[in-house]
């Protein structure tokens, strides 16, 4: 679809996206040309130099989930850093060319699958570090009866 001034409905959202991803000054240096879904992709998704893209996010996820107490010490992998290691590398073996693909429906499938497992894995990944290192606080817990009029 073009609006009246021309642009497409996926230029606005390429533009939004890198508005959102507070990212328009650094595609505009890297890219001297309009707006590419692929190039756009590649910027906030894979960039892991770029602070604000996923990779980057979940490469320093990584890193922390790698300094929690015991990961240095078992002999494998933990739950943990095997879940970030696979949302990780997913988000590293997906090909920007064909994420940016719009199929026959009209919606780039490829884009649509990865991000929905990415929207799976995260959660995943929170729980399990939720149960492994945060603990319910406890209640406070009375010692002795209460009577009536206090002490």
């Not at 328009?24 to 604000?52: A, F, I, K």
Request: proline share 5%; hydrophobic share 35%.
């Amino acid at each position: 679809l073009v609006n009246k001034l021309g642009v497409t409905t996926d230029e606005v959202l390429l533009e939004s996206l890198l508005h959102i991803t507070d990212s328009v000054m650094t595609y505009r240096r890297r890219y001297q040309s309009g707006l590419q879904s692929d190039s756009v992709l590649e910027l906030t998704l894979h960039d892991e130099t770029n602070p604000r893209s996923l990779s980057y996010q979940l490469v320093r996820c990584r890193e922390h989930v790698e300094q929690l107490p015991g990961s240095q010490k078992a002999p494998q992998r933990s739950l943990e850093e095997r879940l970030i290691l696979e949302v990780l590398t997913d988000t590293r073996l997906a090909d920007s060319t064909v994420l940016a693909q719009v199929a026959e429906s009209g919606l780039r499938e490829n884009l649509d699958a990865l991000l929905v497992k990415i929207m799976h894995q995260l959660p995943t990944l929170a729980d399990v570090l939720t149960v492994s290192y945060f603990r319910p606080e406890e209640r406070p817990h009375q010692l002795s009866p209460m009577r009536p009029g206090g002490f």
